[in-house]
């Protein structure tokens, strides 16, 4: 289990917010945390996995993506704030994701 | 008797311009699209020239899609739906106005072109771009169409088969509205190279725009093309309701294999005159009604020979009063998007009344000797005309178009 640092959830609102501004070419004050990603900007489930890379780089994470995968099918991650939710937890548990409820 | 088919839009993106009028002008002005190869270092093959699309193609397809959209297609795949979404627009369709489930999209793909001239090919997207049903799917999900969505590879024939199983699914009333053809490039080292290999391609390095000469005693291969061609074909009932403007009857078409050679055409253009044949049959012409003939015309030795061998032995004599043109004279060969684009041009000439050359025309060939409306284009009235497409494999097809 990772420990979050203080600034950690800044960091990764920050680096979601700029991801999904420059991908769908919206302005970054125009997206909110209840923004969905796939009605409201027209986004793909690849955003997702590319996100997953960006993070797994920066933060050294040992997660694969079956794993995030079967906690994403419980617990599907639609909006911007929801995918902070879930990076958040993915940091904390890495692969021990799979076994959350 | 099936439904009437008729084309109310269409589409060509080539090395002769980005849109339906600049490449129509610049065919009928008889202007050779044929350059030195700029998309990558061609200075260690055989041939160096290609017939490339214009190089503000990406500023201009940046304005048709998100950039992240344009980053998972190839340059391939943008030509296709570039040419797609102005087709749709000239055809004044409303997707929100049709049955999104009767509409299908047929699309002639060899590749998408994900080779090494590529940019970022090995990183991102990989199979999203490399995928060969990419094309259709791209113009799917853009529209909303909800009816048969793939893709057909018959090689140099692949567009022209994807117009047929358009046609035959509004005339057999399982579709109202197709929106099909075809795109490619080829312009790649791995690819230029492996032509070279077979021979099959021009070495007249020295003189880009004459390099491409259909028909003519010096020609030695043809050029390399790249581009998309688009139709919007649609059961007359339906352009009727929606007072559609019609270009020009898609009236029938044949498709046939010579099972023969893998590369080379059947002997004396045998399986070119029953293709031919059969497509006039299909549609209830007589040979003696076609007014025009647009050639699959490639400028190698066998093909121009054998097509016109097969065009002297299906119409007669009268094959001597038919303008027969190559567009590959000015364009070059654009592998699958040959056939739609070759048939839009054909539509054109239809509509204007007026042929287009075949370029490079100086040389005769004194056993190639038909009209092949040498060097400059001509005012003709055409109430029919056909299209061919020969592919490598043996996969044939030939287009009936008539005035409507």
Known sequence: MAKIENGTVEEVRRIVYEFFSEECEVSIDE???DTNVIKDLEGDSLMFLELLEIFKKKYGLNVELKTVGKYVVKHPAETIGAIIGMTMLIIEHENRIAELE | MGRKVVITGMNIIS???LNLEENWNNLAAGKSGVAPISLFDASNCETKIAAQVPAGFEAYASTFCKKRT???MTRVTAMAFVCASEAIELSGIDFNAVDR???A???GVVSTGNSSVEKGAASRNRIIKSMSNAIPAWISLHYGIEGPSYSVNTACASSAYAMGLGYDMIRSGSADIVVTGGADSTINPEEINSFNEM??????NDAPR????????DRDGFVIGEGAGIMILESEESASKRNAPVIAEFAGYAVTSEAYNIMAPKKDGEGMYETMKLALANTGVDPSEVDYINAHGTSTMLNDLYETMAIKRLFGDRAYAIPVTSSKSMMGHTIAAAGAIEAAITALSIRYQMVTPTINYDDPDPDLDLDYVPNNSRAHKINVAISNSFAFGGHNATIVLKKY
């Open chain 1, 31 to 33: 997206l909110k945390d």
């Open chain 2, 15 to 17: 090395s002769l311009g």
């Open chain 2, 70 to 72: 344009a980053h998972q």
């Open chain 2, 101 to 103: 489930r009767r509409t």
């Open chain 2, 105 to 107: 999209v047929i699309m």
């Open chain 2, 199 to 204: 021979y099959a391609l021009s070495t007249r």
């Open chain 2, 210 to 217: 004459k390099a491409s000469r259909p028909f003519s005693r």
